[in-house]
């Protein structure tokens, strides 16, 4: 087998979640290591410590991959004086390369939340607080026997999709006039000659944030004119494709004393905190891994009977006010699924590389 080096294992990472969509205080990305350092074996954890460290070095993996960042922020010297430092110095001593995934997973349509929802056996899923200032609208103008392949480029780069749907694009003919330069080499017309005005097709197209720079780089290679007209204008449209949190509906109704205890169950909780039921059914379902209170207010806005999330202060149970019933089955517990999405990535690019999940419980909160 060919050797997989750190940056062949991050690539299909990004892929799937972009770093560019992770929030401003997040440090996702390659933490320790050399992206070109050959990979003999993946450790997949929620956490990054000692134990896990350990863990990877047991298994002989020296890559480990992780939804929570070791670093969040910088380190001004590493002298093993607590356990970040401790794991960045054995790490390195090791070869061991540390990756993290975090927030730009979690917004992904597909990511932290979904795995939620897959766990609870929710339908119809949708994002909770889609998020904004990701989108571009593209607009070009191609001579029309070059407009499909124009077309055609821009779409396989990235450009065009919409919700479930993709290749979305509007299209109108009008007329377009240059004149060439006696230095240039234009597609129509002569260098030098008088101006043109030929028929064109202006195409606009949904551009979002990550994929900008390849579409722009299939629109100038695909377009047949040396010096290719085109806008780029930002939308305040957001991407209901990406964002924070996530709603989920069970295929029937559920009691809510019912709901509770298959909450515990599908989530292996030891303990729910909650607000006061409500003497009603539950059906629809907010939810967000991790720290999520800030969404409260969009669960209830969204008319969802409650809210699944961690890390709610004592005062912020009172906001649920009856109106929803919050559920905080704690950080660790929301995301404790989250390798597993890993693994499913990795896999499927790698089916026959060593890639493990994890048998540690890293959560440092414990119950009694």
């Known amino acids: 087998m060919a050797q997989i080096t750190v940056k062949e294992i991050i690539q299909p990472l990004e892929a799937f979640a972009p770093p560019i969509y992770q929030e401003s205080y997040d440090n996702s990305g390659l933490q320790v290591g050399d992206m070109d350092q050959e990979i003999k074996g993946v450790l997949l954890s929620l956490d990054v410590t000692e134990a896990i460290l350990d863990e990877a070095i047991a298994h002989n993996c020296n890559m480990i991959v992780a939804h929570h960042p070791l670093i969040f922020s910088g380190l001004k010297r590493i002298t093993g004086c607590n356990y970040v430092e401790r794991v960045v110095q054995k790490a390195i001593k090791n070869d061991i390369a540390i990756y993290a995934a975090h927030t730009n997973l979690d917004n992904m349509r597909n990511g932290v939340n979904a795995k939620i929802a897959e766990k609870l056996g929710l339908e119809r899923t949708s994002i909770l607080s889609a998020m904004g200032s990701s989108l571009n609208k593209l607009y070009t103008y191609a001579p029309p026997d070059a407009a499909d392949k124009v077309r055609d480029a821009l779409f396989a780069a990235g450009a065009g999709d919409i919700g479930k749907y993709s290749e979305c694009s509007f299209n109108s003919r009008g007329m377009g006039s240059f004149r060439p330069a ?39 290679q695909s377009h047949p004119y040396e010096e290719v007209a085109y806008e780029l204008v930002a939308l305040q449209n957001t991407n209901q494709e990406i964002g924070a949190g996530m709603i989920g509906y069970f295929a029937e109704p559920m009691e809510e004393s019912l709901f509770l205890g298959y909450l515990k169950d599908k989530m292996k909780v030891n303990c729910i905190k909650y607000t006061a039921l409500r003497g009603k059914t539950v059906q629809k379902v907010a939810f967000c891994g991790g720290s999520g209170s800030v969404l409260l207010k969009d669960a209830i806005a969204a008319g969802a009977d409650v809210f699944i999330t961690g890390d709610f202060k004592y005062h912020q149970f009172f906001d649920a006010e009856g109106k929803i019933i919050i559920c905080d089955i704690g950080h660790y517990e929301s995301e404790q699924f989250t390798p597993e999405i890993f693994k499913e990535i990795l896999t499927e690019k790698f089916p026959n590389f060593a890639v493990l999940l994890s048998n540690l419980v890293t959560n440092p909160v414990k119950y009694i």
């Open 182 to 220: 006696a230095d240039a080499r234009p597609a129509i017309g002569e260098a030098g000659g008088p101006r043109e005005t030929v028929e064109e097709v202006k195409i606009e197209v949904l551009v979002p944030k990550h994929a900008q720079a390849a579409i722009l780089r299939a629109l100038f």
